[in-house]
């Protein structure tokens, strides 16, 4: 009995212990727990406000950055805008068409330099969401044919056809973003010509749509050049990619150009589409839409109909492509080749009720090939026939073919409208386009007649430009070159406008102006 009780109490005495040992191991993990979340807890407390710091720090950091961008394109665009604004100065003067042509060259060289600076700065703002849409009047025929003679002189270089197929039915003034559009038909333009080392580069610009007050426009880009692979399509419009590193430091290039023109695209509330095969090229579209202006309008329509053109060039190549550009201008009657005896045989069957026009691409009178007899088609038609030259840029030796055979100029890429221009006699654009001009501007240059105005700028050259187109109005201006100078002026002197630059020493415009 005793023995069982001795048992029994030993029993108890393991169950108690054990009792006693699961209940401090339940507490030792229980405080493990506790001094674990309470580490926890104070590492997620500094790692908050680790990352608030280093959020503070990004946020400091981008707005350092974005400053830096502002200082640093304005430092770089001022002495640029004077370059620009010299050489618009120097187009006022009666220069000879080469020297005419160079000073076009310098303006649209600084014009391309200026653009790649604002491709810097303005991937900054679309980063940060600072972009602002603007409207404005633009002539549209007129402005994307200045934006591709800014390539003209490159492609020249690469014996590249540069190609624009314009639609004559698209109204003459739009009004919208015509900047930002600028811009991404600059960048798109740009990667075409450096990518393609034969064949061409066509720009197309077609009505989709019209309703209202409305008018809907495809824009394409295409090019015969290298292409991109399939598996490269969707990250070309990554900021800073590059496709081919070796061919791309050939050619240049910050790797921001595509980047720019999806987000631009997206913002003017379009989207772009890229079609490309490797080794054949390249070809990018995008639609986007704009307010209809009725300040002008001028019928081109059916003008053509009393006439066959016979258009000479020197690519076989290029035949299709300019068959689609007439077909596309609904032109009934032309010929197009680079075979001679093709055009005396065609030019000899055309209905004499018809007159004729012909149009011959500067390459083949330089090409021992074919000058002879491009030269005999000249001479058997120049006197009873207009004879036009097709053309990249003016020179002294193209001066001397056209006083030559008495021709007329059409400066590529061709259009409806160039051709309009040269037959009814007069300069489409300067005519019509700087009388739009005129007229819109007109009430504001009779008012600027004889104002006082105030140009504030620490550059000189800025001030002196300004001052030189305020002049040629008629408008008395007096200078400052920073704000605090300015107030001062101001103070003894009123005046009716005050031109004020940003950045200036002592005082700048911000806080002048206030």
């Known amino acids: 009995m005793l023995k069982e009780k001795s048992i029994s109490s030993k029993i108890n005495k393991l169950l108690y212990h054990r009792k006693l040992i699961i209940i401090t191991i339940i507490i030792i993990i229980f405080i493990y727990v506790i001094i674990t979340d309470i580490i926890i807890i104070k590492r997620i407390n500094y790692n908050d406000q680790f990352l608030k710091k280093k959020i503070e720090e990004s946020k400091i950091a981008l707005e350092t950055k974005q400053q830096f961008l502002s200082t640093m394109s304005h430092e770089i665009r001022t002495p640029l805008n004077g370059i620009i604004g010299i050489t618009n100065l120097l187009k006022n003067f009666n220069y000879p068409p080469e020297q005419k042509e160079l000073i076009n060259t310098l303006e649209n060289a600084s014009k391309s330099l200026l653009m790649i600076i604002n491709d810097i700065l303005d991937l900054s703002k679309i980063e940060d969401n600072k972009i602002k849409i603007t409207k404005e009047e633009f002539c549209l025929e007129r402005e994307i044919i200045e934006l591709i003679d800014m390539f003209v002189l490159e492609a020249t270089k690469k014996n590249i056809e540069l190609i624009l197929k314009y639609d004559s039915s698209i109204p003459n003034v739009l009004i919208g973003d015509y900047g930002k559009l600028k811009q991404i038909l600059y960048n798109l333009l740009s990667n075409a010509i450096k990518f393609t080392e034969k064949g061409h580069v066509k720009l197309s ?80 579209k995008f639609t986007l839409s704009f307010e209809k202006s009725g300040d002008i309008i001028i019928n081109q329509k059916d003008f053509l109909k009393d006439y066959h053109i016979f258009f000479i060039i020197q690519k076989h190549e290029m035949i299709p492509i300019y068959e689609d550009i007439f077909n596309f201008y609904n032109v009934k009657n032309f010929t197009i080749s680079d075979d001679m005896s093709v055009l005396f045989k065609e030019a000899e069957k055309s209905s004499k009720t018809l007159k004729k026009i012909i149009i011959i691409d500067e390459d083949i009178l330089f090409d021992k090939t074919k000058n002879n007899e491009a030269i005999r088609f000249l001479y058997q038609y120049k006197k009873s026939t207009n004879i036009y030259l097709y053309a990249k840029r003016i020179n002294e030796r193209l001066i001397k073919i056209i006083k030559l055979y008495n021709l007329y100029l059409i400066q590529k890429p061709f259009t409806l409208s160039k051709l309009f221009n040269v037959l009814i006699g007069h300069n489409y654009f300067e005519k019509n386009l700087v009388n739009f001009k005129i007229n819109k501007g007109n009430k504001i240059i009779n008012k600027l007649k004889n104002k006082k105005i105030l140009v504030v700028d620490d550059n000189e050259l800025n001030r002196d430009i300004i001052k030189s187109f305020l002049i040629h109005y008629e408008v008395n201006v007096e200078t400052s070159d920073n704000g605090f100078d300015a107030i001062n002026k101001c103070l003894t002197n009123d005046f009716d406008a005050i031109i004020m630059d940003y950045h200036m020493p002592v005082m700048d415009g911000i806080e002048a102006t206030k």
């Open 205 to 284: 610009v077609v009505k989709k749509a019209e309703a209202n007050n409305n008018v809907v426009l495809d824009f394409s880009v295409e090019d015969t050049g290298i292409g991109i692979k399939k598996e490269n399509i969707e990250e070309i419009f990554n900021p800073f990619y590059q496709i081919q590193q070796t061919r791309i430091r050939k050619s240049g290039g910050t790797g921001l150009g595509l980047a720019i023109t999806k987000n631009l695209i997206n913002i003017l509330g379009g989207d772009i589409k890229v079609n490309s095969v490797e080794n054949k090229g390249t070809s990018f």
